[in-house]
Each structure stands twice: as structure tokens, then as C-alpha cells.
């Protein structure tokens, strides 16, 4: 006698109510995956813009600290907002300085000094008041020739001039200041640029928003930006101050570095 043996398997609505279900979660990970991807996205964007704008910020409070004296002011001739110095290639004392009405003199007696950054040089400048102290027609500053190093210290150095010069005033410390190109930081829509002697231009950050609203548009009303440099000059009691305010702003989030730096370097 034969059995017969029932066969059983899935029906349509079955088959169907499964491909719904998974086509329901499907969408849901595939959600949740790009909702995850999109933080890690964000935040990996957020990282790389504080990184690079602490970069720009510590290499111009660096930069600013090595100021030489009275040579910082803030400039906006060129249409930008530009924070403008003279690096200080070296410093040293000198024992002796040509002063009207003194006979000029085309050389100058000095303290040995470290030369690391000597190169960089092409201008001494004695007692320096004012940014207007460093451009060529002043006489308190002078380009030199040769330095002759090879006296072995305590014996002074010899700086020569190619002609006999005369300086304005002496220093009341003796300081005596090398320097060479003038450095200016620039805030140029949403970028910060380092020009050198205002021809080499390298991008410093990127992402800037000081004169943009939180939709990126150019603020209408001067009284809410934020002006990324002020200089308050030095006086008896305190030492010259740079104040740096610059904003990131990225995927409307924005991020405030303000600093005061301190410029320890007198005449």
C-alpha cells in the first residue's frame, strides 16, 4: 500500500510579506549607515579645520613675538585687513655708534651674537620708535656690507658699511637690531595668506569668516565684524600688544581663536 507524502513550502503572500520586511530594514541600516557616515564625515572635517587653524594662529603668535620693536602696525591699504612686521634677524650690543655730531663712521665695534638667522639680514636699525624708522629714508636705520666674525669672543665684531654713515640717536641700552624683508598676515575673504616682502604669497588657512554671516554673505553692517588684528602700541610701563581675533567657520559651525600677544622686544 503506498503513502502519498505532503510536500509544503512558502506561499506568495509569504514570499511577499518577507521581501517587505527586509526591504523595511534595509532602508533602515542603510539610514542609520549613512547617518553614522555623515557625523564621522563631520566631525573628521570639524578636526581638520581646528588643526589647521591652530596651525595658522601659532605660526603668526610666533612669528609676532620676534617683531622687531615698533615695526608691527595693523595695514589695510591693499583693501584687506593685514597685520604687518619686520622679523627680527638678529640682535646684539654695540660698545660704540657714529651720532651727529660725531664724525661718520664706517664701521661699528659689536657684542658677538648668535648668527642662526643672520642670512636673512640686510639692514641694521638703532632705537626704532615707529614703523617709519625702518623704511630707507630713515636715519636710524643703514644697510651694511660685511660682518667680521672672526674675532673670538669677548672680542667685539666688526660691522662695515660700504660708505661712512651717520645714525640719528643713540640707543639708551645699546640694542642694535638686523632685519630684512617685512612679513604681513592678510585676511582675504575666507582665506589667511603670509606675503614676504609683499611679493611671496602662501596660503597660512583656509575656511575664514570674519566679514561673512553664518550664511557665508558679506555682513551689511560694519559694526558686526569682527576685525581680525589690532595693535596697541608700547609704552613706558608695558610692552607692545598684537590682539589676533580670527574665526573658522564650516558646515555653519564656527570656531573663535583670540589671542593677545605679547611683544617683548624694546628699542
Request: aromatic share 10%.
Amino acid at each position: 500500500m503506498l503513502m502519498s507524502r505532503q510536500v509544503k513550502g512558502f506561499t506568495l503572500i509569504e514570499m511577499v510579506t518577507v521581501i517587505i520586511i527586509l526591504g523595511v530594514l534595509s532602508v533602515g541600516i542603510s539610514s542609520f549607515l549613512q547617518f553614522g557616515a555623515r557625523i564621522f564625515s563631520e566631525t573628521s572635517e570639524r578636526d581638520e579645520l581646528i588643526s589647521a587653524a591652530r596651525f595658522a594662529v601659532e605660526r603668526l603668535n610666533r612669528e609676532v613675538r620676534n617683531a622687531a620693536p615698533n615695526s608691527i602696525e595693523v595695514d589695510n591699504s591693499s583693501g584687506f585687513d593685514c597685520l604687518t612686521f619686520i622679523p627680527i634677524a638678529a640682535n646684539t650690543i654695540y660698545l660704540d655708534l657714529p651720532v651727529s655730531p660725531e664724525s661718520a663712521n664706517n664701521q661699528v665695534e659689536l657684542i658677538p651674537f648668535n648668527k642662526d638667522n643672520f642670512s636673512m639680514a640686510s639692514r641694521v636699525v638703532v632705537y626704532p620708535i615707529s614703523p617709519a624708522d625702518y623704511l630707507p629714508a630713515s636715519d636710524k636705520n643703514h644697510e651694511f656690507s660685511v660682518l667680521d666674525d672672526s674675532a673670538v669672543a669677548p672680542a667685539p665684531w666688526t660691522l662695515s658699511f660700504s660708505s661712512p654713515k651717520l645714525f640719528a640717536t643713540d640707543s639708551p641700552t645699546k640694542r642694535f637690531y638686523f632685519y630684512g624683508d617685512n612679513v604681513s598676515y592678510c585676511v582675504e575673504g575666507k582665506e589667511l595668506v603670509r606675503y614676504q616682502n609683499d611679493i611671496s604669497r602662501t596660503l597660512m588657512a583656509e575656511n575664514l569668516a570674519n566679514y561673512l554671516d553664518e550664511n557665508g554673505n558679506a555682513y551689511t553692517n560694519s559694526d558686526d565684524v569682527v576685525a581680525a588684528f589690532e595693535v596697541i602700541s608700547a609704552s613706558q610701563t608695558r610692552n607692545a600688544t598684537a590682539l589676533i581675533r580670527l574665526v573658522f567657520a564650516l558646515n555653519n559651525e564656527q570656531v573663535a581663536f583670540n589671542n593677545e600677544v605679547q611683544i617683548p622686544n624694546v628699542p
